[in-house]
């Protein structure tokens, strides 16, 4: 919030300069980020006329001109060329040091002497100024007594305050609300703006009528009507002010409005009142795909959570945010109706955001402002209307309002705030120090009684008042005190401890960490052609197209970034994330299910079984036993190439080769495996406990098996069989071999294999491995119609 001193001074009587009022600020609470003096490196610029300009007798390029100051005409060496007799310009005194740097000196050019410089736009550090951007010297267009500083004709003579306002003091986003901290910090009276006017005749009701239909979005609406309305430029003393906040001026209309948003912090609008079709205003929701042409002549294509200004045919302007172009001020409007309004704040900030459209107008809305204030603010621009003499004001306003404007209250002990400060403040001075404040309150025996003024929203538990107390009591003058409290230590949480175990492992087998974002485009996610992925949380307020969804699958983003390593001639790519998907609830209210996971990617020299062993060392280094792989993964993956791991009966992995039209669609000619493992499954899978057992003392058996099978029977549904079936001298087993041919017979094959078995205390007998070995081929034979190949 940038706060003029000067303008500050016409609400609260300073007897300090600003430095000191910024440190008694900052004393009290209010960030105060720096102080600014305005038309620095101006001193010594005054304002001169051009009476003569002769060629320079020995350059072409230059001019020498003979300027009037007012005391004295002094001859000064030009070479622009849009200077002329008679011209207005700012003259650099000798002496003079620019804000670019150059100091002015009596010089001599060509031999021709110059007492002083003619200056432009740029080298003054000036751009707001009409004619201050031209290639040339700037001309000042309006009347000026000659010798005037420049300073002066500038309105650039004060300091402002660069104040930091905090998310909770919307108050202070204006003029006033920062005078009212100012005389609370020094003590001094508060003087408000006049908004005192005198209605001229007529009926409101015959130029304008308001409807608001979502009354949800907006708790009060005030429209005024001002006739036979003068356009015009605005006073010296408005310009200057809207100049020292950093406003350009553009007409009085206009000029009124912003003055009032910079001074009170209530935005406000003015509609030329034969732009307002029908002669009516209706506050709604925009319809789906609705457009309107706004104030800076950009379309913009509007949602139905957004609200709008609409006459009887459409948008004239975007609630909170910026007015429509069909509707301004311009020079031959007669009738103007001002607006005046409390928007709620959090759909004006979904709105600004969503258009990508940030104005003064929305960051104030955004914060929220005073539902009272719109009164004031209304009454103080009517007022200036009738001190500008630029219009009649129509007797007679529309109010609608849907909120109950009565003062809150809030009770507290000052026992209890001494508590809470540590401190032992009387209770008369907490009165004295709330009231200085502007928060009316009264002592009911030991207990604190607030009237909460509108414009602080912020306050509403006793805390809120501690708070108040403590900053105006002083907070250099409370005593520190050794902090309460026991010291608890952090923790990881079993699954980061697992994603740092696994980022290890994967590391080590050299693979690079990825980071990529927890948003993406909807067009990533149908590229895979599944439909429940489809089904993804659409973020209010996206960045952009390509990040309007949270993501339900790792593979798209992973995806680019091996296509983006392609692209960049990377052979050889191994890649790995962990991060986040985000299921959607049955339940739109809900938040969606968070779900974390390890997704790994291969490409170049690499195949199914690279990613497999990859897979392996990392189920190893979890202590994940008795996995099961089964030939299902999801359609995104080769139908021939892929699985599905399982442990303990639950699927903890997909992986396999990504199907050639996905890589396709993502700009990959070349094969990707991929594996996505829950990281939840993984955990429950874990068994990190290690067993120690005594080198076996007796020799194993072994005996090597050849089942005939249906060619779509897996090898491992065999394995688990064999492991289940073995009984309890069984010790491992392991394929060796798989053969098919003419022999096997048509849609067969055989699986060898490798089984030993081992007892811990005699050596077996052939009757007791040759019956372990039996009872496997019959258990094979029941449940995959498995026989023993001779």
């Known amino acids: 919030m940038?706060?003029?001193?000067?303008?500050?001074?016409?609400?609260?009587?300073?007897?300090?300069?600003?430095?000191q009022l910024a440190q008694k600020l900052i004393m009290t609470g209010s960030a105060v980020d720096g102080l600014k003096e305005l038309g620095r490196g101006l001193d010594n610029v005054i304002v001169g006329r051009l009476d003569s300009i002769k060629k320079h007798p020995d350059a072409d390029k230059l001019s020498v001109c003979e300027v009037n100051i007012g005391s004295e005409t002094l001859q000064i060496v030009c070479g622009a060329n849009n200077i002329f007799e008679g011209a207005l310009v700012p003259v650099a005194m000798i002496g003079a040091s620019l804000p670019n740097g150059i100091k002015i000196s009596k010089s001599k050019l060509r031999g021709v002497f110059s007492f002083g410089m003619l200056c432009s736009g740029l080298e003054l550090g000036i751009s707001d100024y009409p004619g201050a951007d031209v290639d040339g010297i700037m001309i000042i267009r309006e009347e000026t007594p000659l010798g005037t500083p420049l300073r002066d004709l500038l309105g650039l003579n004060d300091t402002v305050l660069d104040i930091e306002v905090?998310?909770?003091?919307?108050?202070?986003?204006?003029?006033?609300?920062?005078?009212?901290?100012?005389?609370?910090?020094?003590?001094?009276?508060?003087?408000?703006?006049?908004?005192?006017?005198?209605?001229?005749?007529?009926?409101?009701?015959?130029?304008?009528?308001?409807?608001?239909?979502?009354?949800?979005?907006?708790?009060?609406?005030i429209a005024r009507a001002v006739k036979n309305v003068k356009i015009g430029p605005s006073p010296k003393w408005l310009k200057?002010?809207?100049?020292?906040?950093?406003?350009?001026?553009?007409?009085?209309?206009?000029?009124?409005?912003?003055?009032?948003?910079?001074?009170?912090?209530?935005?406000?609008?003015?509609?030329?009142?034969?732009?307002?079709?029908?002669?009516?205003?209706?506050?709604?929701?925009?319809?789906?795909?609705?457009?309107?042409?706004?104030?800076?002549?950009?379309?913009?294509?509007?949602?139905?959570?957004?609200?709008?200004?609409?006459d009887a045919q459409g948008a004239i302007g975007i609630a909170g945010v910026m007015g429509g172009e069909n509707s301004e001020i311009k020079e031959d409007t007669k009738?103007?109706?001002?607006?005046?309004?409390?928007?709620?704040?959090?759909?004006?900030?979904?709105?600004?955001?969503?258009?990508?459209?940030?104005?003064?107008?929305?960051?104030?809305?955004?914060?929220?402002?005073?539902?009272?204030?719109?009164?004031?603010?209304?009454?103080?621009?009517?007022?200036?209307?009738?001190?500008?003499?630029?219009?009649?004001?129509?007797?007679?306003?529309?109010?609608?309002?849907?909120?109950?404007?009565?003062?809150?209250?809030?009770?507290?002990?000052?026992?209890?705030?001494?508590?809470?400060?540590?401190?032992?403040?009387?209770?008369?001075?907490?009165?004295?120090?709330?009231?200085?404040?502007?928060?009316?309150?009264?002592?009911?025996?030991?207990?604190?009684?607030?009237?909460?003024?509108?414009f602080r929203g912020d306050i509403s538990l006793g805390e809120d008042i501690a708070e108040e107390v403590a900053r105006m009591y002083g907070y250099d003058n409370i005593s520190a005190m050794e902090m309460l409290g026991e010291v608890t230590r952090g923790v990881i949480s079993e699954e980061e401890k697992a994603i740092d175990k696994a980022r290890v492992l994967l590391r080590g087998l050299g693979c690079y960490e990825c980071v990529t974002y927890s948003f993406g485009s909807y067009s990533d996610i149908e590229k895979l052609g599944v439909e429940k992925l489809r089904n993804a949380v659409k973020i209010i307020n996206p960045l952009g197209d390509d990040q309007a969804y949270m993501r339900t699958s790792p593979v798209p983003d992973i995806l680019k970034v091996?296509?983006?390593?392609?692209?960049?001639?990377?052979?050889?790519?191994?890649?790995?994330?962990?991060?986040?998907?985000?299921?959607?609830?049955?339940?739109?209210?809900?938040?969606?299910?968070?779900?974390?996971?390890?997704?790994?990617?291969?490409?170049?020299?690499?195949?199914?079984?690279?990613?497999k062993g990859v897979l392996e060392n990392l189920f190893d280094t979890f202590g994940v036993k008795s996995l099961r792989y089964m030939s299902e993964a999801a359609d995104y993956y080769h139908p021939g190439r892929k699985a599905s791991v399982y442990a303990g009966g639950s699927k903890i992995c997909e992986f396999g080769e990504i199907y050639p039209d996905v890589t396709e669609a993502f700009g990959i000619s070349r094969r990707v495996y991929v594996a996505e493992i829950g990281l939840k499954s993984l955990c429950e899978a874990a068994d990190d406990v290690v067993k120690y057992e005594p080198l076996p003392k007796y020799p194993a058996v072994e005996r090597d098996i050849a089942l005939i099978v249906n060619a779509d029977v897996t090898s491992?549904?065999?394995?688990?069989?064999?492991?289940?079936?073995?009984?309890?001298?069984?010790?491992?087993?392991?394929?060796?071999?798989?053969?098919?041919?003419?022999?096997?017979?048509?849609?067969?094959?055989?699986?060898?294999?490798?089984?030993?078995?081992?007892?811990?205390?005699?050596?077996?007998?052939?009757?007791?491995?040759?019956?372990?070995?039996?009872?496997?081929?019959?258990?094979a034979g029941r449940e995959y119609g498995a026989k023993l190949r001779e």
């Open 2 to 19: 940038i706060a003029p001193y000067k303008w500050l001074c016409d609400y609260v009587n300073m007897d300090i300069p600003p430095e």
């Open 166 to 221: 905090v998310a909770n003091r919307p108050d202070c986003l204006s003029i006033v609300g920062v005078a009212r901290e100012c005389a609370a910090s020094l003590g001094k009276e508060l003087t408000l703006p006049d908004t005192s006017f005198n209605e001229n005749g007529g009926v409101i009701s015959d130029y304008v009528k308001v409807e608001v239909e979502a009354t949800d979005l907006c708790q009060r609406y």
């Open 240 to 310: 200057d002010r809207l100049i020292t906040a950093g406003v350009r001026s553009i007409n009085n209309i206009v000029d009124i409005t912003n003055l009032v948003m910079l001074e009170l912090g209530q935005p406000m609008h003015a509609f030329d009142h034969k732009d307002i079709r029908g002669g009516q205003i209706i506050v709604r929701r925009a319809e789906d795909n609705e457009t309107i042409t706004t104030l800076d002549s950009k379309e913009r294509n509007l949602s139905s959570d957004m609200l709008m200004i609409c």
């Open 335 to 454: 009738t103007v109706i001002f607006e005046a309004a409390k928007f709620m704040h959090g759909n004006v900030r979904r709105t600004a955001r969503s258009l990508g459209l940030q104005t003064e107008s929305a960051m104030r809305f955004s914060k929220g402002i005073d539902t009272a204030g719109c009164k004031t603010a209304m009454d103080r621009a009517l007022h200036l209307v009738e001190q500008l003499g630029c219009g009649e004001i129509v007797s007679g306003e529309i109010d609608i309002l849907s909120v109950d404007l009565s003062l809150r209250k809030v009770t507290v002990g000052a026992d209890k705030i001494n508590a809470k400060l540590g401190t032992d403040i009387e209770p008369q001075l907490m009165v004295d120090l709330l009231n200085r404040v502007f928060i009316p309150t009264k002592l009911d025996g030991k207990t604190l009684v607030c009237d909460i003024p509108s």
């Open 562 to 611: 091996v296509a983006n390593n392609i692209n960049k001639k990377v052979q050889d790519i191994r890649l790995f994330e962990s991060g986040r998907v985000y299921l959607p609830s049955e339940h739109e209210q809900d938040l969606p299910e968070e779900r974390k996971y390890i997704c790994v990617a291969l490409c170049g020299d690499e195949d199914f079984f690279s990613l």
């Open 716 to 779: 491992g549904s065999l394995l688990e069989c064999i492991r289940d079936n073995g009984g309890e001298f069984f010790e491992t087993a392991s394929l060796f071999d798989v053969y098919t041919g003419e022999k096997l017979g048509q849609g067969k094959k055989s699986l060898a294999y490798n089984i030993v078995f081992r007892a811990k205390d005699r050596t077996l007998m052939d009757e007791e491995v040759n019956a372990a070995r039996d009872a496997i081929v019959e258990a």
